[in-house]
């Protein structure tokens, strides 16, 4: 006897509830507080504001939690409430030369104004998982140097560009482009691009970084710096007629010193890529990085031929809330679709086991 | 032959920032007329055949097409719809390499009906006759209709582009070196192919070559350049017999006689 | 220690009224012109891509307190995303929500559309995956954009003619081009083509939606709409040669259901709001047993 399945309120419900139960876990183990989850797990939370395009530590947290851990789905739900949030207008240029720096390195020079900063950094770690994470032995505080008040950390591509030895950062107060309020026309400018990669998936952005390296669109990179620290956020206030501070944030910030290039009215200088992202985390911005400068391949007349340097590709596939969606999506009951597919495909079956039949017939005749 | 151009091309200028790719070149294409353009690589005549096609931007200069109605705008005044509609019907390209112009994985009798299709027939049953009519004319089985260009040879498959090409019955071929991409005996054979067709449907055509003993068999005249300019051009029998400029006389010596 | 969050207020229909002022200016030009795939600057909602945002927000654009919202997928009310997408709407926007097809103002779908004929004043609001009927041949938007400009359409019907020449028929059988008014060529949403000819003049106004892909298209009521083939393989749609095992219904869209693990199987209505009106109407099919009304309707668990 047929029964037919009814999906049902009553079964959602009660997916839902369970799901709820097996994220709280064994009731006897207090619950995460936010305050561990941003504190202890800070590079997750990090990793959800930057693909959330979100600054907002506590949410951030509170989606980890509610997600279980899985990142792409607190990223979702935190750009699921920023879509709410009405937009006041932008801020002005972070001014990345003046961070609080926490961490700055360089592979181009040795020494640099300013000095290179380890800081806060799993580079050289021994990875050997360390049993003290078992339990919950004392840490010691770090150690911090007293910064004199006037030591500059100039950026090492505005060393390079006051000798002419890079192309020119240009400054720029128009409004950027703004892929979540805007349809996309490609081409894009490179502020769209920049927001559509800070935005993107760490893993895919990684993966094309990395297959520029291997020959897939080659830019001759350096690390010209990474620095890490926080910055002030300045919006303008048309009422004030100057920019007030209205807080500071943790950012990334990758340049990468790229393949040089020249033409008949400019002798060769370095181009660069460009990666920064909110919170900590030198492999997203140095992946972007590599990224924008392949994207730029029309700019320096370069043929362009890698995924990496195709930006409808990349734009269109960097978006880890739009690719879980729609590779989830399959899951959904496509019964009609499929009722269509099996239809023809029995029609098609059934005329080949005819003419197979037709065929013999008519060997069988000619051999009579 | 009419007496008036189907194409002209007066001080055509391309430039990429300071390079010059091509300049100062004029020449004029009479309906029926093969015109041959050689040079080594370098010398420009790529850039140019891209340029008076429309597939590249020029820097400077007119090119004018004689349309079907007497019209002879010049190409740069054309919408881009009139231009597309144009290189899909009244022209042909014929790359060197041919998967370039051809759809690789489409059958060879979807390959012919394209153009077809785009234009509106359809008519399945006639698009295909008309498919395996066009692939008997450049000696393909009509056996083959339905297998994709990836199966071919490159001598099947450059005589299929040209299929492809001919099928709206263009009245202007553009060619980037059709044989250069073939093996020496396979050229012969679409060589002799091309030569029968212009013939047969008194095509206009303009190629690109390096190769001075495809520009004798081909065309009645002949532009030799240089380092992106003309340095010679006259008919072709009387270029290579009588080379007048050193840089064409040194080409015609450096092929052995046949 | 609990941190104070202020929890988020929603809108009505959710969308802010400036993102909603923005999706109707996008629907009016694609009122404008029909089977043209407008822009827009789609939002991210709070279910995935790929599950009906399009649908969504286009459904949140043109939703009125008075409205009776039926939202269906693969032709059912009752299926998981059905159910979640209108319960959205009734918790975001309070409308009333129905199952029946007559009593609807504005029906969502994804996959299929009402057996019951659409009416004039009634709106149906797809939601789309891929709106862009080419990209499956060209996949640069760029190129089928232009494609689209100059009305160079070739391509589709070389993707038709591989079809005859390899299988003898159109090998298409859902998301099943069509021509707009004789000009745009448009995908239909993945829709069976046995539904294609009833989107041909519909009295109704027909809303697409794609989220993900950011284009909203639509089919003012009347609109000539055919599916694209050849002079000598014409369009046809599916037919079943079973009726309904519940409610006995010919020439309807059939789901096969397979019930057992030898090969048995039966067809019933995919529209379940059709069927049931059906049997409600004393209308019955071979599955039912003749002693219990109903009885294969019920929860299985």
């Given at each position: 006897m047929?029964?037919?399945?009814?999906?049902?309120?009553?079964?959602?419900?009660?997916?839902?509830?369970?799901?709820?139960?097996?994220r709280r876990g064994d009731r006897a183990v207090p619950a995460l507080t936010l305050e561990q989850i941003t504190g202890q797990l800070s590079l997750a939370v990090d990793r959800v504001m930057a693909e959330g395009s979100l600054h907002d530590p506590d949410l951030a947290a509170m989606a980890v939690r509610q997600a279980r851990g899985d990142l792409i789905e607190a990223i979702f739900l935190l750009r699921a409430y920023r879509t709410t949030l009405p937009r006041f207008g932008h801020a002005r240029p972070i001014d990345t030369g003046a961070m609080r720096l926490e961490r700055r390195v360089s592979a181009t020079f040795k020494d640099i104004p300013g000095g290179q900063l380890l800081g806060p950094t799993f580079d050289y770690t021994h990875r050997l998982i360390d049993p003290a994470m078992a339990g919950d032995e004392p840490v010691e505080e770090g150690l911090r140097r007293q910064r004199e008040a006037d030591a500059a950390a100039p950026r090492v591509t505005d060393i390079l560009d006051d000798q002419g030895l890079i192309e020119p950062d240009v400054f720029s107060d128009d409004e950027p482009a703004d892929l979540t309020r805007e349809p996309t026309e490609y081409p894009v400018g490179r502020d769209l691009r920049l927001q559509a990669l800070a935005r993107g998936d760490e893993g895919f952005l990684l993966a094309l970084g990395y297959s520029t390296q291997r020959g897939y669109g080659r830019t001759h990179p350096f690390v010209g710096e990474i620095r890490i620290g926080t910055v002030d956020i300045e919006v303008e206030v048309p009422e004030l007629g100057f920019a007030i501070t209205i807080g500071s944030v943790r950012v990334t910030e990758c340049q990468m010193v790229s393949q040089f290039k020249g033409s008949a009215d400019t002798p060769p200088r370095f181009t660069r890529g460009y990666g920064l992202v909110f919170g900590q985390s030198e492999r997203k911005a140095m992946a972007m990085s590599l990224v924008d400068r392949a994207l730029r391949a029309d700019e320096f007349d370069e043929q362009r031929l890698a995924p990496a340097q195709d930006e409808e590709f990349v734009l269109e596939h960097c978006d880890n809330v739009m690719a879980t969606g729609f590779v989830e999506h399959l899951k959904l009951p496509h019964y009609v679709d499929f009722q269509a597919e099996l239809d023809l495909l029995r029609t098609l079956r059934a005329e080949q086991e005819q003419a197979t039949a037709d065929d013999h017939d008519t060997l069988s005749e000619a051999a009579e | 032959m009419s007496s008036q151009p189907i194409l002209s091309v007066r001080n055509l200028e391309r430039r990429y920032g300071a390079f010059i790719g091509c300049t100062d070149i004029s020449f004029d294409v009479w309906p029926g007329e093969v015109v041959a353009i050689v040079g080594e690589s370098g010398s420009g005549k790529t850039t140019l055949l891209n340029c008076i096609s429309g597939r590249m931007e020029r820097s400077a200069?007119?090119?004018?097409?004689?349309?079907?109605?007497?019209?002879?705008?010049?190409?740069?005044?054309?919408?881009?719809?009139?231009?597309?509609?144009?290189?899909?019907?009244?022209?042909?390209?014929?790359?060197?390499?041919?998967?370039?112009?051809?759809?690789?994985?489409?059958?060879?009798?979807?390959?012919?009906?394209?153009?077809?299709?785009?234009?509106?027939?359809?008519?399945?049953?006639?698009?295909?006759?008309?498919?395996?009519?066009?692939?008997?004319?450049?000696?393909?089985?009509?056996?083959?209709?339905?297998?994709?260009?990836?199966?071919?040879?490159?001598?099947?498959?450059?005589?299929?582009?040209?299929?492809?090409?001919?099928?709206?019955?263009?009245?202007?071929?553009?060619?980037?070196?059709?044989?250069?991409?073939?093996?020496?005996?396979?050229?012969?054979?679409?060589?002799?192919?091309?030569?029968?067709?212009?013939?047969?449907?008194?095509?206009?055509?303009?190629?690109?070559?390096?190769?001075?003993?495809?520009?004798?068999?081909?065309?009645?005249?002949?532009?030799?350049?240089?380092s992106g300019r003309i340095v010679e051009q006259g008919l072709t029998d009387r270029v290579l017999d009588d080379p007048r400029h050193p840089y064409t006389q040194l080409l015609v010596a450096s092929i052995p006689e046949s | 220690m609990t941190r104070a969050h202020a929890l988020p207020a929603y809108n009505f229909a959710y969308l802010d009224e400036q993102t909603k002022r923005m999706i109707r200016r996008v629907i009016l030009k694609a009122i404008a012109i029909p089977g043209y795939q407008v822009p827009f600057a789609s939002r991210e909602m709070p279910m995935p891509y790929g599950w009906g945002t399009g649908g969504v927000q286009v459904?949140?654009?043109?939703?009125?307190?008075?409205?009776?919202?039926?939202?269906?997928?693969?032709?059912?009310?009752?299926?998981?995303?059905?159910?979640?997408?209108?319960?959205?709407?009734?918790?975001?926007?309070?409308?009333?929500?129905?199952?029946?097809?007559?009593?609807?103002?504005?029906?969502?779908?994804?996959?299929?559309?009402?057996?019951?004929?659409?009416?004039?004043?009634?709106?149906?609001?797809?939601?789309?995956?891929?709106?862009?009927?080419?990209?499956?041949l060209e996949p640069r938007e760029t190129e089928t954009r232009v494609m689209h400009g100059l009305e160079e359409y070739g391509l589709i019907h070389v993707k038709l003619y591989e079809d005859i020449a390899q299988h003898g028929h159109i090998a298409t059988t859902y998301a099943y081009p069509v021509k707009v008014e004789g000009r745009y060529v448009m995908d239909p949403s993945p829709i069976p083509k046995f539904d294609n000819p009833k989107m041909h003049r519909s009295p109704a106004l027909q809303l697409f939606g794609s989220g993900r892909e950011k284009r909203i298209y639509a089919l003012p009521p009347f609109t000539d709409v055919v599916s694209l083939d050849f002079e000598d393989h014409p369009f046809q749609v599916q037919t079943f040669k079973a009726h309904c095992a519940l409610c006995d219904a010919g020439g309807v869209y059939l789901d096969e259901v397979v019930t057992d693990d030898h090969g048995g199987r039966m067809f019933v209505c995919s529209d379940t709001d059709y069927c049931e009106t059906r049997r409600t109407e004393g209308h019955r099919g071979t599955g039912l047993p003749s002693d219990r009304e109903d009885a294969g309707r019920e929860d299985a668990r």
């Open positions: 047929y029964v037919a399945v009814k999906g049902g309120e009553a079964a959602i419900a009660n997916a839902h509830r369970l799901m709820a139960d097996r | 200069g007119t090119v004018c097409y004689r349309m079907r109605d007497g019209r002879f705008p010049d190409l740069g005044d054309l919408s881009e719809a009139e231009r597309r509609f144009l290189a899909r019907t009244d022209w042909g390209f014929v790359h060197q390499n041919p998967a370039d112009g051809l759809r690789m994985r489409v059958s060879a009798g979807a390959n012919v009906g394209e153009r077809l299709m785009a234009v509106g027939e359809r008519h399945y049953g006639n698009i295909r006759r008309t498919a395996t009519d066009w692939l008997e004319r450049v000696e393909i089985a009509a056996a083959r209709i339905d297998d994709q260009p990836v199966a071919f040879s490159g001598g099947m498959r450059q005589r299929l582009q040209i299929a492809r090409n001919l099928v709206t019955h263009p009245r202007l071929i553009f060619m980037d070196e059709p044989t250069g991409g073939l093996d020496v005996s396979v050229q012969a054979r679409v060589l002799d192919l091309l030569r029968m067709l212009v013939a047969d449907l008194g095509l206009a055509v303009v190629i690109v070559t390096h190769d001075l003993a495809v520009a004798r068999l081909l065309s009645q005249r002949m532009i030799v350049m240089k | 459904t949140a654009a043109v939703l009125g307190p008075h409205d009776v919202l039926k939202v269906i997928d693969q032709g059912a009310d009752d299926t998981t995303n059905a159910v979640s997408i209108r319960a959205f709407f009734a918790q975001v926007a309070g409308v009333a929500t129905t199952t029946k097809t007559t009593q609807a103002t504005i029906i969502q779908t994804r996959h299929r559309l009402p057996e019951t004929p659409l009416q004039a004043g009634q709106t149906v609001v797809y939601q789309v995956p891929i709106p862009e009927p080419l990209r499956f």
